[in-house]
Every structure is written in structure tokens, then in C-alpha cells.
């Protein structure tokens, strides 16, 4: 089976960094995603590393380190409205079906 | 217009009642997914479908089934209803490595 651990609340204020971390235990492993979910509303994909390293898209990266089963989503230049849930997941399976972490409630204040 | 729509958006319903979500999409994905959240946890996968004729159990399908119409259709149901289905219902679709997600389904079970 599939199990991912990240922290369940972190603040930061506004124009800072954060970093979110997630580690996870796989019976197989292809990659890890991040999405992010503001409150009520539909999960939206931020990334997906399949390989070691640092990927950067605008304000966010994420980073994988397949030896350590472990990956962080970077968020950069915080802005109020990055407040959000941001979720872990891992796909598995023929239909690379999800796994998600509990979730990371990020709140940035002023 | 959205790519993955759900109906309706709420619903309360009462114990032992048979109800139905329903999920359609317009992105031509083969893959669809039905997913529950619940306050402060991440998404647990209710079943998935590669296509028609192909349907699978997620972690917990105990209590749900579901029918791919088309391509475009994937419904949910609760058979008979109790109320610790009170959830967020998600639906989605994937290519590749992005899960598309619906808005959700906002169900009370009373």
C-alpha cells in the first residue's frame, strides 16, 4: 500500500518562502504530485517529479529525492491568495490512480 | 464551460435513501475517478474506470457502485445511504500524470 506524511498546518506572511515537505512509503513508486485545494473547492495540479531533483514552475517548485522517499513543494513570494490546502499524492496502478497525503494548510498572513 | 462537471452540487438525503452523483467531462480522457473527502483529510479513492467496460474498487467501496455510461459519463451511488457517506464527492479525469478534478458534491446524510 501507499503512505504519505506531510505537517498538517504551516503559516508564513506574506512575500516570504515556505516549504512544504512529504514523505511517503510506495510498493511501487512512478512519481509525486502536488495539488493544491482552496476551501470548498476542486484540488488543482501544481506538479509532478518522476525524477530526482528541482523542478521550478513560476513562484513554485517541487523537489524529489527518490533514495530519501521524500519531496517539498517551494513556494516562493508569498501571496494571500496561496492560502490553501496543498495535498501529496502518489499515482500507483495501471490507471495511476492517487494516493494523497491528509494535507498541508497553508495560511499567509499580512 | 467546465471540463468536469458534477450534479448537483448539493445534496442532503436521508438514511437508507438510494441516491446518485453524476460526473461528465469534456476533455476526452478515458480515465475517470470518483474520490470522497472528509473535514481535514485528503481524497480516499471510491472506484476508478481506464474506459466502459473497465471498472475497479478503490480503497473504500464498501457501501457505493458505480456506471460508466460513455466515455463522458461516470455516475456514483449510494445504494442506501447512511449517514457516515456525509462527505465532499469528487470526480475526475487524467492524462498522463494531471488528474482533472470536478467541482464536487456536497453531501449530507441525515
Known amino acids: 500500500g501507499q503512505s504519505l506524511e506531510q505537517p498538517s498546518e504551516v503559516t508564513a506572511v506574506e512575500g516570504a518562502i515556505v516549504q512544504i515537505n512529504c514523505t511517503y512509503q510506495?510498493?511501487?513508486?512512478?512519481?509525486l504530485s502536488w495539488y493544491q485545494q482552496h476551501d470548498g473547492g476542486a484540488p488543482t495540479f501544481l506538479s509532478y517529479?518522476?525524477?530526482?531533483g528541482l523542478e521550478e514552475t513560476g513562484r513554485f517548485s517541487s523537489f524529489l529525492s527518490r533514495s530519501d522517499s521524500y519531496g517539498y513543494l517551494l513556494l516562493q513570494e508569498l501571496q494571500m491568495k496561496d492560502s490553501a490546502s496543498y495535498f501529496c499524492?502518489?499515482?500507483?496502478?495501471?490507471?495511476?490512480?492517487?494516493?494523497f497525503g491528509s494535507g498541508t494548510q497553508l495560511t499567509v498572513l499580512p | 464551460d467546465a471540463d468536469v462537471t458534477q450534479t448537483p452540487r448539493n445534496r442532503i438525503t436521508k438514511t437508507g435513501k438510494r441516491i446518485m452523483l453524476e460526473c461528465s467531462q469534456t476533455?476526452?480522457?478515458?480515465?475517470m475517478y470518483w474520490y470522497r473527502q472528509d473535514p481535514g483529510l485528503g481524497l480516499r479513492l471510491i472506484y476508478y474506470?481506464?474506459?466502459?467496460?473497465?471498472?475497479n474498487k478503490g480503497e473504500i467501496s464498501d457501501g457505493y457502485s458505480v456506471s460508466r455510461q460513455a466515455q463522458a459519463k461516470f455516475s456514483l451511488s449510494l445504494e442506501s445511504a447512511i449517514p457516515n457517506q456525509t462527505a465532499l464527492y469528487f470526480c475526475?479525469?487524467?492524462?498522463?500524470?494531471?488528474?482533472?478534478f470536478g467541482p464536487g458534491t456536497r453531501l449530507l446524510v441525515l
Open positions: 475526475a479525469t487524467s492524462e498522463e500524470n494531471t488528474q482533472y
Open positions: 474506470s481506464f474506459d466502459v467496460k473497465d471498472i
Open positions: 517529479n518522476a525524477l530526482d
Open positions: 499524492a502518489v499515482p500507483s496502478g495501471s490507471a495511476r490512480q492517487l494516493t
Open positions: 510506495t510498493s511501487g513508486f512512478y512519481g
Open positions: 476533455k476526452g480522457h478515458d480515465r
